[in-house]
């Protein structure tokens, strides 16, 4: 729905154009956009990827949590696969979602409790 409005500026008045939506058309706006990211798959795997992971790094990063015999922290992730922490954090959540890394919680005397991360066993 298109209706005029005048907007008051401090120098003059503007005649304005202005569209009216209804919030279930801008939801089926959104809705149309994230169903055309869901369908353009990536061009080196089945699945696609969410838009923050990169092929090439989840490689690097999968073929460094298979160095760690144990478990390991994100720090520990990002120096063995020359990334940043904030990187190494993402891509391991994004691990986990997709049952390749487990997560546990391990707590201290002091602070905040650790993430420790461990291969799933597949």
Known sequence: MFRKCWLKTPHKWLNLVAIFMDQGVIDNMFKYESNQAEKAPDKNSKTPLPKSIDNLTLDRILTAVQ????SFNADQLAKAAGISHSTARRYLEYLITSNK???SMHYGQV???ER???RTKR
Do not use: A, L, W
């Open 111 to 113: 602070g905040r409790p």
């Open 101 to 103: 890394v487990e997560v």
């Open 116 to 118: 420790k991360y461990k």
């Open 67 to 70: 160095t760690f015999d144990d």
